[in-house]
């Protein structure tokens, strides 16, 4: 009976202590975008300046004539935090968590910067679509981009548990009835 008990409170100091991770860190998102404007701007600075003569002022990149302005929304704070909400909320080993979440986040940050350097020469070379190719990447494509980073994570790291659902079921299970 005591060790039915202990489980229970591990379970439980697992589940609620990956919950309130989840809250703090959603009470600091500024941070993250702190964290990731340099782990941006300065790889989508240097691929761009392989091809033309670039520089960085603030929080732009400057070629020729062409200000590329890096906001909030580049950065993409929130979908670093969706993936981190898809690896804190289903229960898994330390270790495991610790290399899908350093996984699924420089993916994304591989995949934002080159969406950047790809949506700067668009621009640069005055692409005739470029405001609906903008749109497209900012909201449609970081969206598939945050689910295949999470599939694919899943799938490396064989995740069979469901986010939020599988830590629910774990909960249920250790109430007791009687």
């Known amino acids: 009976m005591k060790k039915k008990r202990i489980k229970q409170n591990k379970i439980l100091v697992s589940v609620l202590s990956r919950y309130v991770i989840l809250v703090v860190i959603g009470i600091f998102l500024p941070v993250f975008y702190k964290i990731f404007f340099p782990l941006?701007?300065?790889?989508?600075f240097f691929l761009l300046n392989l091809?033309?003569?670039?520089?960085?002022?603030?929080?732009?990149?400057?070629?020729?004539n062409f200000t590329i302005k890096i906001v909030n929304a580049c950065i993409a704070g929130s979908?670093?935090?969706?993936?981190?909400?898809l690896n804190?909320?289903?229960?898994?080993e330390t270790k495991k968590r610790f290399y899908s979440v350093i996984f699924s986040i420089f993916s994304f940050l591989i995949l934002n910067t080159l969406r950047i350097f790809l949506l700067s020469?668009?621009?640069?070379?005055?692409?005739v679509f470029f405001d609906i190719a903008h749109k497209l990447f900012l909201y449609a494509l970081s969206i598939i981009?945050?689910?295949?980073?999470?599939f694919l994570t899943s799938w490396i790291f064989k995740i069979k548990e469901i986010p939020v659902y599988s830590d629910f079921k774990r909960l249920f299970k250790q109430i007791d009835y009687s």
């Open 121 to 127: 020469i668009l621009f640069v070379q005055r692409f």
């Open 88 to 92: 804190l909320t289903i229960p898994m």
């Open 79 to 85: 979908a670093y935090y969706l993936l981190l909400i």
């Open 51 to 64: 091809f033309y003569n670039a520089s960085v002022i603030g929080n732009s990149i400057i070629i020729d």
């Open 40 to 44: 941006t701007i300065w790889p989508s």
């Open 145 to 150: 981009f945050v689910i295949g980073i999470w």
